[in-house]
């Protein structure tokens, strides 16, 4: 059974682009998490999403970001016109069920964003 | 709000060593609380869990006593070889069953033979 995927590992981005991090979870999971770590810093909660929904969006910044997870295919995080400071490691986890009392969350390999 | 205060690192051992790595926590109600682990160039692995007052979570030799009258979660282990070399991260989900993890900001241990 893959673990949680996470694609591209390593992205590099001007500032002012556009970059697109793709999340696919564990076979069977319904639900998505992203979180970010900034260099030296903890990881910090962004978004919850289920199929189509966005459950909890209380750790997004209001602007430029954004996040989604379609019926089908991957959960996307889409940051717009990036700047030097969203340069970070982003995780994605994901789990069978809502709440992290009960259930694990799984976490992926992360994507490393570099803005330059 | 809640929020997660880890033991500042790194942390460099010699095999065998005895292993504390500190955790204190703020949170209203009754959080759960965990330990996560992150080897280079993975995501976070689950390494124990507590999700009440006095419960002791364990795994690959690792411990940590949830303490209500501390607000404290350390993480021990007897004797650490050198595979244990890794970034831990402390954590908690809040109660009423919330689904983000807050955390700590992470531990790297460095054991040496």
């Known amino acids: 059974n893959a673990g949680v995927m996470q694609n591209p590992r390593h992205l590099v981005r001007r500032r002012g682009q556009e970059a697109r991090l793709r999340c696919s979870p564990m076979k069977g999971h319904s639900h998505v998490y992203w979180y970010r770590q900034l260099p030296e810093e903890g990881l910090k909660f962004m978004v919850y999403l289920q199929k189509e929904n966005i459950i909890d969006e209380s750790g997004m910044p209001k602007e430029r970001f954004s996040a989604e997870f379609p019926k089908e295919g991957p959960s996307i995080l889409r940051i717009q016109q990036v700047v030097r400071g969203d340069s970070a490691a982003y995780f994605c986890?994901?789990?069978?069920?809502?709440?992290?009392?009960?259930?694990?969350?799984?976490f992926g390999p992360g994507t490393r964003l570099t803005v330059t | 709000g809640n929020s997660v205060t880890q033991m500042e690192g790194p942390v460099t051992l010699s095999e065998e060593a005895f292993l504390t790595i500190n955790c204190t926590y703020t949170?209203?109600?009754?959080?759960?609380l965990f330990w996560y682990v992150q080897y280079p160039g993975e995501g976070l692995q689950l390494l124990l869990k507590a999700t009440k007052a006095d419960d002791k979570g364990s795994n690959k030799g690792f411990e940590a006593t949830y303490r209500k009258e501390t607000t404290s979660f350390h993480l021990e282990k007897g004797s650490v070889q050198v595979s244990d070399s890794a970034v831990y991260f402390c954590?908690?989900?809040?109660?009423?069953?919330?689904?983000?993890?807050?955390f700590g900001q992470g531990t790297r241990l460095t054991i040496n033979p």
């Open positions: 954590a908690l989900s809040a109660s009423q069953g919330a689904q983000k993890l807050v």
């Open positions: 986890a994901s789990s069978p069920a809502g709440t992290a009392l009960l259930y694990e969350q799984y």
């Open positions: 949170a209203t109600g009754y959080p759960s």
